[in-house]
C-alpha cells in the first residue's frame, strides 16, 4: 500500500509567504514536505494512544505487533482481543482500556466515525476530547494527521513553538503572541505547522533557539 500524505501545493505556500516574509524564507529553503497521514481515524485514534507518552522505537514496536496480530485495526477486531490480549502487544492496563473503551463507542453507535468529518474544528476537538485518553492537543493532531484539517495551529505543542522561537528569535511566546500569528497564517496554518516542525527538528542548519534558560 501506497503512502499518503498531507496534501498541500502553491496556493498555500504562496499565501504564507505573502503573509509573512521570514515564514516564506523558511518555506523556500525547506522546499515540499511530504508528512505522512493514516486516512482511518479508527486506527489512527487507536494508533495515537498507543503512543503517548512513549518513545517512537517503543511506539513502532507496539503498533507493528499489533498489527501483525490482528490484520485490520477495527472496532471488531479490538473488542474480540480484548483489554488483556492488547496488554500483551506491550502497552499499559490504562491504554488498552481506552482502546477497547473507544472501540465499544464506535460498536455502540456513540462514536460516529463518518459523520465527524462534517462537524467543524472545534466541534472535532469537542467529540475527540470526549473520549478517554484523548486530550486537546491529541485531538488536534488527529485532526492534522488524518482529518487534513488545512487550519490545525496547537499552542499545546511544544515543538511548534520551538520552531516559532528559532523562526523569529522570540525568547518566548505567550498565548496572545501565539493568536496574532494564528490569525495570520490562517486558512492554512497546518502548512505553517508542518514548516515549524521541520525547523524545530534541525531541516535548515545553523538555526538556533532563543528560549530563556532558566537557572
Same mark, same amino acid.
Given at each position: 500500500?501506497?503512502?499518503m500524505?498531507?496534501?498541500?501545493?502553491?496556493? =498555500?505556500k504562496?499565501?504564507?509567504?505573502?503573509?509573512?516574509?521570514?515564514? %516564506?524564507e523558511?518555506?523556500?529553503?525547506?522546499?515540499?514536505?511530504?508528512?505522512?497521514?493514516d486516512? /482511518?481515524l479508527?486506527?489512527?485514534?487507536?494508533? !495515537?494512544?498507543?503512543g503517548?507518552?512513549?518513545?517512537?522505537k517503543?511506539?513502532?514496536?507496539?503498533?507493528?505487533?499489533? *498489527?501483525?496480530?490482528l490484520?485490520e485495526? !477495527?472496532?471488531?477486531?479490538?473488542?474480540?482481543?480484548g483489554? #488483556?490480549?492488547?496488554?500483551?502487544?506491550?502497552t499499559?492496563?490504562?491504554?488498552a482500556?481506552y482502546i477497547?473503551?473507544f472501540?465499544?463507542r464506535v460498536?455502540?453507535?456513540?462514536?460516529?466515525l463518518?459523520g *465527524?468529518?462534517e462537524k467543524t474544528? /472545534? =466541534?472535532v476537538?469537542? #467529540?475527540?476530547?470526549?473520549?478517554?485518553g484523548?486530550?486537546?492537543w491529541?485531538?488536534?493532531?488527529?485532526?492534522l494527521?488524518?482529518?487534513?484539517?488545512?487550519?490545525?495551529?496547537?499552542? %499545546? /505543542?511544544?515543538?511548534i513553538?520551538?520552531?516559532?522561537?528559532m523562526?523569529?528569535?522570540?525568547k /518566548?511566546?505567550d498565548k496572545?503572541?501565539? #493568536?496574532?500569528?494564528?490569525?495570520?497564517?490562517?486558512?492554512?496554518?497546518?502548512?505553517?505547522?508542518?514548516?515549524f516542525?521541520?525547523?524545530? %527538528? %534541525?531541516a535548515? =542548519?545553523?538555526?538556533?533557539?532563543?528560549?530563556?534558560?532558566k537557572?
Amino acid at each position: 500500500m501506497s503512502n499518503m500524505y498531507f496534501t498541500y501545493g502553491e496556493t =498555500e505556500k504562496e499565501y504564507l509567504k505573502s503573509k509573512d516574509k521570514k515564514l %516564506g524564507e523558511v518555506i523556500d529553503k525547506i522546499g515540499h514536505i511530504n508528512r505522512e497521514v493514516d486516512s /482511518d481515524l479508527f486506527s489512527a485514534i487507536v494508533n !495515537t494512544i498507543i503512543g503517548q507518552q512513549i518513545s517512537t522505537k517503543a511506539h513502532i514496536t507496539i503498533w507493528k505487533r499489533m *498489527i501483525s496480530e490482528l490484520g485490520e485495526i !477495527t472496532a471488531n477486531t479490538i473488542l474480540n482481543a480484548g483489554v #488483556e490480549k492488547i496488554q500483551q502487544f506491550g502497552t499499559s492496563f490504562r491504554k488498552a482500556n481506552y482502546i477497547v473503551d473507544f472501540a465499544k463507542r464506535v460498536k455502540n453507535d456513540e462514536f460516529d466515525l463518518v459523520g *465527524i468529518s462534517e462537524k467543524t474544528d /472545534d =466541534e472535532v476537538i469537542a #467529540e475527540l476530547s470526549s473520549l478517554k485518553g484523548i486530550g486537546v492537543w491529541t485531538a488536534e493532531m488527529i485532526m492534522l494527521f488524518c482529518l487534513q484539517r488545512p487550519n490545525v495551529f496547537s499552542f %499545546g /505543542d511544544l515543538a511548534i513553538l520551538r520552531g516559532m522561537r528559532m523562526v523569529y528569535h522570540h525568547k /518566548d511566546i505567550d498565548k496572545e503572541r501565539f #493568536e496574532r500569528y494564528r490569525k495570520r497564517f490562517s486558512p492554512y496554518c497546518s502548512v505553517a505547522s508542518l514548516y515549524f516542525w521541520a525547523v524545530a %527538528g %534541525g531541516a535548515i =542548519e545553523g538555526m538556533k533557539d532563543y528560549k530563556i534558560k532558566k537557572t
